[in-house]
């Protein structure tokens, strides 16, 4: 468990707009928000999330399993790193909010940084995990019933993005399968 309480208070009008310029030019420098290592995932849909779950769960059982977790978890960083670019390795992304991340953009947000908190191994900055994104204020709503039904936190942060965060390593995950699973159903209805 990680020491952060969970809220989900969520104001559209505190939520931050990037122009397309301000888009252009991170693909181009690689930054975006304050992340100087941006990737930009915009665009992916919703199969790319379940092929995220599906990635992330194998990648979380194999370190579950483990006997040094810390090592098992440099081992797959090399793989990723030797991957080819049509294998996506979690698209660089830390294990426990890769799919989540994927979500976000599925649902039509920005992703711009997210981080494990060390849930599965290593080092990392983040006090619990977490992916930050700008959220365009008619969707709001949605993520807001999402986070709910995940039981995960939603926040909106000084700068205006708005922030998915979870207490325990599994948090994320549940959040990205909520997406995926309510994404189902919309598909469904509208058929």
């Known amino acids: ?17 990037v122009t397309p310029e301000e888009l252009e030019q991170a693909e181009e420098d690689g930054a975006l928000a304050g992340n100087r290592s941006y990737c930009d995932l915009r665009g992916c849909g919703w199969d790319v999330v379940r092929t995220a779950l599906d990635i992330e769960s194998k990648v979380i059982d194999r370190l579950k399993m483990a006997d040094d977790v ?31 991340t994927i979500a976000i953009s599925a649902y039509g ?27 365009p204020k008619d969707l709001a709503p949605e993520i807001m019933r999402c986070a709910e039904a995940a039981d ?28 995926w699973e309510r994404s189902a159903i919309r598909e469904a209805g509208s058929r």
């Open 1 to 17: 468990m990680f020491p952060v309480k969970i809220h989900r208070q969520l104001n559209a009008a505190d939520l931050a707009d």
């Open 70 to 100: 810390d090592a098992e978890a440099s081992a797959f960083d090399e793989e990723r790193a030797t991957a080819f670019d049509d294998e996506p390795a979690l698209w660089g992304l830390d294990v426990g909010v890769a799919a989540a």
């Open 109 to 135: 947000a920005i992703p711009v940084s997210s981080c494990n908190a060390g849930a599965f191994g290593g080092r990392h900055s983040g006090s619990y995990p977490y992916v930050a994104f700008f959220l």
């Open 152 to 179: 995960v936190g939603l926040l909106c942060d000084e700068s205006g993005l708005a922030q998915i965060y979870g207490q325990a390593e599994m948090d994320l995950i549940r959040f990205a399968q909520t997406a």
